[in-house]
């Protein structure tokens, strides 16, 4: 054999009891279970340790970061063996030549993924233009699978160019569209991925190309999956109550005209928003009911964001702020300097029909980071505190010490779910047949959120601290069940010829470091980053590609297409 790991304490995925085996692995597939005789190659100890499927990450938007970072990390080191980006609409193929479409796309990725726009820039040199050149371009150069759907704006910055923004298509163009879209879909795309959402807007404060989609675009669009096995929909549709008239027979006739599994991002289980949370669990209620499957996502714990004014993706949705953050960083600083401009921001941030209430709970904000001496011995305070040392209200205090810093502080409040009222909301959220446990935007938001470790929070809090779900029951939610809603081919379970995609874990430990800023990417720019905790190896079609927190320097990671690597999944 070319691997064996002795002495494991075997998770395989279908939720069933844990079991004492060996596990033999040859030509990346599993190849025996239970006492495994015989010798191989590389032997692994696993010590009575778990080992499970590798973890399956069904919402990343890794599109970029390939660019750069050939691990994925930290997602591999926290047990992902398979990851499927290109989600919400944004992707960087395919494209159409042009230097300023690409220069558009890195932009709006800067904007509403939270990518720093100088790492887009100085690492995103792409040789190709086809959606399979993309493909092709990183096929087994990755420590882990990936597969990535198609993104609707890149389709229409394609095909419309700048009219992409502004305008509905033509049926020119849309027809041009859907024979785009079916190309990149025979070339391997995972299927088609949009947005809606209000929170999302360009570089310039307008809403992303596919915001002005008609509904005939977008069940055109959808309909053309029908003709391709093993695709499906990704959408992001709004960010406040979903009602039957509009979110929710949206997602449902894209599901009914494609004949494919829809899947929206996301859930954010917090008590104050219940009546959100419940019109969002009734969506899959909905479109069950008409013969559609959706399935929302949601995360693993309470969402701890971490928010500054540099990327400001939280602050576009507040009443006049979109021109003051299409702003060059230069011309915001003076902007907030400006005592007029100042005293129409705040008017804007309380306005109460904001769709959320980002600066709602200022009072209770903490210093995060901050790069200057002087304001050093603030950082982990709260911002109260600092207002009154400065004899300025909570909000000027904050422009004031974010002009300071020049843009680079860093703060956040009180996490959002952490109570235990969430607690019991969030266990109930789990449970919904509906309801896939995913959404970790791992490489987005890469200075704001800490859902990128959905994996280990869910083992280390969800499972060991607060007992939600049962340790084989969450192995199940984030392998084998991910793997059948996506319909991903061979992967998500141990059992004889199934890949070896594999990780061995301390239940007792298993969970995620301290979070804090890196700066690791490109250009020196910095990005949120927490270890994992109790991961002892990752392997990847059989090869081992991590120990611990470090690579071994070998790669196993396929790049997974639809078709051959995935297969359609029954509405019914």
Not at 442 to 449: I, K, L, Q, Y
Not at 511 to 536: T, V
């Amino acid at each position: 054999m070319d691997l064996a790991i002795r002495n494991a304490t075997i998770v395989d995925g279908t939720g069933g009891d844990r079991y004492k085996g060996d596990i033999g692995v040859e030509d990346g597939l599993i190849v025996a279970l239970g006492k495994v005789e015989g010798s191989a190659r590389e032997e692994i100890d696993a010590g009575g340790m778990i080992v499970s499927p590798g973890f399956i990450d069904c919402h990343t938007h890794y599109d970029a970061q390939i660019c750069w970072d050939d691990m994925l990390s930290p997602s591999v080191y926290h047990g992902v063996t398979t990851a499927i980006g290109g989600n919400c609409g944004f992707t960087l193929a395919p494209l159409s030549g042009q230097s300023d479409d690409l220069d558009y796309l890195m932009d709006m990725l800067a904007v509403v993924e939270g990518m720093p726009v100088a790492s887009l820039r100085e690492a995103v040199k792409p040789s190709w233009t086809s959606f399979g050149g993309f493909l092709d371009h990183f096929d087994g150069k990755l420590a882990i699978n990936t597969a990535f759907m198609v993104g609707h704006c890149a389709l229409r910055r394609c095909v419309m160019g700048e009219r992409a923004v502004g305008h509905e298509a033509t049926p020119a163009e849309l027809e041009q569209m859907t024979d785009l879209l079916r190309q990149c879909i025979a070339e391997g795309g995972l299927g088609l991925s949009t947005s809606t959402s209000i929170s999302h807007s360009d570089h310039n404060g307008d809403p992303v190309p596919s915001r002005f989609a008609s509904e005939e675009e977008l069940l055109t669009l959808s309909g053309a999956l029908r003709d391709y096995p093993g695709t499906l929909v990704e959408i992001v549709p709004g960010v406040g109550p979903f009602v039957d008239e509009t979110e929710n027979a949206m997602v449902t006739n894209m599901s009914l005209a494609a004949q494919r599994v829809v899947n929206w991002n996301a859930i954010f289980v917090d008590v104050s928003r219940q009546q959100i949370v419940d019109s969002q669990l009734a969506t899959g209620r909905y479109a069950a009911e008409r013969g559609a499957k959706v399935y929302g996502l949601v995360q693993s714990g309470p969402l701890e964001a971490v928010l500054n004014f540099r990327s400001g993706f939280t602050f576009a949705m507040l009443d006049g702020w979109k021109p003051f953050l299409s702003l060059p960083l230069p011309d915001r600083i003076k902007a907030m300097q400006d005592p007029e401009m100042r005293a129409r921001l705040k008017q804007g941030a309380e306005n109460p029909d904001n769709p959320v209430q980002v600066l709602k709970d200022i009072d209770k904000f903490v210093i995060g980071d901050v790069r200057t001496e002087k304001n050093a011995q603030w950082r982990g305070r709260q911002l109260k505190e600092y207002a009154a040392s400065v004899g300025m209200s909570n909000f000027d205090a904050l422009f004031n010490l974010a002009v300071e810093e020049e843009l680079f502080l860093t703060f956040s409040g009180p996490d959002m779910g952490a109570d235990e009222a969430s607690w019991k909301l969030r266990e109930q959220v789990w449970n919904d047949e509906n309801v896939l446990l995913g959404g970790s935007d791992a490489g987005a938001h890469v200075d704001m959120f800490n859902t990128f470790a959905l994996t280990t929070q869910l083992l280390g809090t969800g499972v060991r601290e607060r007992g939600v779900l049962s340790l084989e029951d969450a192995v199940r939610r984030i392998t084998g069940e991910l793997a059948d809603a996506f319909g991903i081919t061979n992967r998500g379970y141990i059992a004889e010829g199934t890949a070896a995609d594999l990780v061995v874990f301390d239940a007792d430990t298993i969970d995620c470091g301290p979070i804090s800023m890196r700066d690791d990417l490109p250009c020196g720019e910095s990005r949120l980053y927490g270890d994992a905790i109790g991961i002892h190896h990752v392997i990847v079609n059989g090869v081992p590609v991590a120990e611990g927190n470090s690579p071994t320097g070998r790669k196993g990671g396929k790049m997974l297409r639809s078709g051959t690597d995935t297969y359609t999944v029954a509405l019914a």
